[in-house]
């Protein structure tokens, strides 16, 4: 026989099942003694009940505590609840995603060398790994090459030669760069005969256009950093970091002869 729910079985233990169904309710309480158990203990707190309060019992239930209103009192507070709990959770999430937005609001801004480093190695990750593409135009066009970056960046701009670093020049290309310092960027690229690659970032000064010298390890990759009065340079790869430095002077020294906004030789 099927299990007969809780409701109708405490409605039977109340005395308030109908009549048509009380017969297959007795058939399976006879055949479960758990739940045969269970229904007695039901009436005995009934009786209980009815003999402690057999006054109170006797006057008529008040509205207020009438079961269906009970019913709805219980499931009208856990709706509203429910709203409450959903509100919080509209809330919270507004709070935080304002806060999330607005974190340039409070945050400091990240400095200028920051955000070139990043756009260096940003860039020098996406083409190292090209075959075809990896440069705009190639060595071979190597005068074009250089009046055209130099013209884009309106700042002179020669390819250094890191022939005696065991570099030669793959060719180069233009990039957008950071908006407040002319919006382009030229990138350089070298490759060794093991196919190693480095690349060279150069921006136009930066508005201050006060020397800045940096170091950083970014993404896997290191990266050498100098600004002066007329330009912004990043060398990039993955090399060991002697090899690293010894590239990155090779670079400072050629874009810097003769430039008398270089404050200092860079010496990493």
Known sequence: MSAVPQDTLMAYADGQLPADEIE???AFLAANPDAAAEVALWRRQTDAIATL???VAAEPVP?????????????????RSL???????????????????ARPLFEPAPGASTVLIADAVNAHNVFIAENRHAVEV????????????????????????LSAEGFTLVGGRLLPGTHDIGGRAAQ???????????????TAA??????????????????????????????????????????????????????????RPYRG
């Open 188 to 202: 350089l690229m070298y490759e060794s005969p093991a196919s190693e690659r480095v690349t060279v970032y150069v």
């Open 53 to 55: 309060f057999a006054p």
């Open 83 to 101: 709203g409450w709990a959903a509100a919080a959770v509209v809330l919270v999430g507004l709070g935080l995603g304002v806060g999330w937005f």
């Open 138 to 161: 190639p060595a071979s066009d190597g005068e074009h090459l250089t009046t055209w970056l130099s013209n884009r960046l309106a700042t002179p701009l020669d390819a250094p030669d």
């Open 24 to 26: 297959a309710v007795e």
């Open 206 to 263: 930066l508005p201050e256009g006060q020397p800045a010298y940096q170091f950083a390890n970014y993404d896997g990759a290191e990266a050498f950093y100098w600004a002066n009065a007329r330009i912004t340079c990043t060398v990039v790869g993955t090399l060991p970091p002697e090899r690293m430095k010894a590239l990155s002077q090779a670079v400072y020294r050629q874009l810097t002869e003769g430039d008398v906004t270089a404050a």
């Open 63 to 79: 509205a207020r505590l009438r079961p269906r209103r009970l019913a709805a009192e219980i499931a009208s507070h856990r709706n």
